[in-house]
């Protein structure tokens, strides 16, 4: 069984900064893309940040500059660092990554979402 536990989320005021952190966990796990989402109310589901096996990184337009994702390899954990945050980052924030256990199949999961507040 495949488990994506995330922290870090919290209350921060505008400009101020917070790390998320995911670790996957499982028997003889392994996966390929680590990346978070995030959901507002009312509004999609949509991708944040995304580093793949290879080490390429991806981030949607309105975070570029400000936000950072890195991945332990390892230890199958990935980081979004998030700074200059600013009001309109407020939503659930989820991670998500692709992977294998016991060489099967490649399978999708998801994280349980940290709320994420930027407000004075």
């Known amino acids: 069984q495949v488990q994506l536990v995330e922290s870090g989320g919290g209350l921060v005021q505008p400009g101020g900064s917070l790390k998320l952190s995911c670790a996957a966990s499982g028997d003889s796990l392994s996966v390929t893309v680590m990346g978070w989402y995030r959901q507002a109310p009312g509004q999609e589901r949509e991708l944040v940040a995304a580093v793949f096996s290879g080490g390429t990184v991806k981030y949607r337009d309105s975070v570029k500059g400000r936000f950072t994702i890195s991945r332990k390899a390892a230890e199958n954990t990935v980081y979004l660092q998030m700074n200059s945050l600013k009001p309109e980052d407020t939503a659930v924030y989820y991670c998500?990554?692709?992977?294998?256990?016991?060489?099967?199949?490649?399978?999708?999961?998801w994280g349980q979402g940290t709320q994420v507040t930027v407000s004075s």
């Open positions: 998500k990554t692709y992977g294998r256990v016991l060489g099967g199949i490649l399978t999708e999961y």
